[in-house]
């Protein structure tokens, strides 16, 4: 049965993960609308930089700070 850890927190850098990850699927969006490969792949640089956070919010011991 699956069963939610509830004692883990969002981290230092939720609000800026959110705000990259909108930017990212702006980008992407409006590269999809006006067939602009370049805007495309700015929105995958983008959205991988968002990714790139995630290993910044670890503490030393390996664990979430």
């Not at 990259?20 to 699927?25: D, S």
């Not at 995958?44 to 030393?60: E, T, Y």
């Amino acid at each position: 049965m699956f069963r939610p850890v509830r004692d883990r927190q969002a981290g230092p850098f939720l609000e800026w993960k959110v705000r990259i990850f909108v930017t990212g699927a702006v980008l992407g969006l409006a590269g999809i609308f006006l067939d602009e490969r370049w805007m495309v792949g700015a929105a995958i640089v983008v959205l991988v930089l968002g990714m790139a956070i995630r290993f910044l919010s670890h503490g030393p011991d390996g664990g979430a700070s």
